[in-house]
T-cell receptor, first 109, second 114 residues
Framework: DAKTTQPTSMDCAEGRAANLPCNHS???????VYWYRQIHSQGPQYIIH???NNETNEMASLIITEDRKSSTLILPHATLRDTAVYYC??????????FGAGTRLTVKP | GAGVSQSPSNKVTEKGKDVELRCDPI?????LYWYRQSLGQGLEFLIY????????KSGLPSDRFSAERTGGSVSTLTIQRTQQEDSAVYLC????????????FGEGSRLTVL
C-alpha cells in the first residue's frame, strides 16, 4: 500500500482557504485518496475521497495531480471549528484503513 | 441508533484486570474496525471484521488482545491482564462494506490502567 507524506502542522487565517498537501508518489492505479479529520476528543470524520478526478462536496474540494503522485485538500473558507488533525490515506479499498500522523491544522482568528 | 455507539465511555481499571469494550455499529453496516489512540498519537489499527469473513487481526499488539463480533453486529474488544501501556482511547468504526464506503467512528472508550 502506498505511503503518504503530510506536513506535521499548518496554520490558516479564519475565512481564508486552507490548502493541505499530501504526497503519495508510490500510489497504484487502483488506489483511492481518502481524507479524514479528527477534531480534539472526537472520533475521526470522513471528508472526501477520489481516484483520478477532482472532487468537491459540501465540506471540501480534493485536487489530485494528473500523475496522481500528490493531492491537496482545500477548505475554501476555514473557520475556527476546522481546527483539527487531517489525515490523508491511500488505499485500494477501505478494509485496512491505516491512519498516519496527519497534519495538525490550526485556524487562527 | 443513528451512529456508532461505544461503551463504556470511560473505564479505569487496575493493572492485571481484564476489560471489555463494546461497539454497536450502525445498523446494516457489515464492516467493523477497532483502533487504538494513545495520548497525542495517531490511530493504530487493531482489527477489522467484514461480514462472515475471517477477521484481519494483523494489528492486535499482543495475545492479551482479542475481539469478537457476534451475529455480524455488536463487537467486543477484550484486553486481558491489562498493563499501563494499554491506557488509550479505543475507537470503533463501521462502514457499509462497499469498497470505498466511508468509515463512521464512535466517540471512543477511554481506558486508564492504574
Amino acid at each position: 500500500d502506498a505511503k503518504t507524506t503530510q506536513p506535521t502542522s499548518m496554520d490558516c487565517a479564519e475565512g481564508r482557504a486552507a490548502n493541505l498537501p499530501c504526497n503519495h508518489s508510490t500510489i497504484s492505479g487502483n488506489e483511492y485518496v481518502y481524507w479524514y479529520r479528527q477534531i480534539h476528543s472526537q472520533g475521526p470524520q470522513y471528508i472526501i475521497h477520489g481516484l483520478k478526478n477532482n472532487e468537491t462536496n459540501e465540506m471540501a474540494s480534493l485536487i489530485i495531480t494528473e500523475d496522481r503522485k500528490s493531492s491537496t485538500l482545500i477548505l475554501p473558507h476555514a473557520t475556527l471549528r476546522d481546527t483539527a488533525v487531517y489525515y490523508c490515506i491511500v488505499r485500494a479499498n477501505n478494509n485496512d484503513m491505516r491512519f498516519g500522523a496527519g497534519t495538525r491544522l490550526t485556524v487562527k482568528p | 441508533g443513528a451512529g456508532v455507539s461505544q461503551s463504556p465511555s470511560n473505564k479505569v481499571t487496575e493493572k492485571g484486570k481484564d476489560v471489555e469494550l463494546r461497539c454497536d455499529p450502525i445498523s446494516g453496516h457489515t464492516a467493523l474496525y477497532w483502533y487504538r489512540q494513545s495520548l497525542g498519537q495517531g490511530l493504530e489499527f487493531l482489527i477489522y471484521f467484514q461480514g462472515n469473513s475471517a477477521p484481519d487481526k494483523s494489528g492486535l499488539p499482543s495475545d492479551r488482545f482479542s475481539a469478537e463480533r457476534t451475529g455480524g453486529s455488536v463487537s467486543t474488544l477484550t484486553i486481558q491482564r491489562t498493563q499501563q501501556e494499554d491506557s488509550a482511547v479505543y475507537l470503533c468504526a463501521s462502514s457499509s462494506g462497499s469498497r470505498t464506503g466511508e468509515l463512521f467512528f464512535g466517540e471512543g472508550s477511554r481506558l486508564t490502567v492504574l
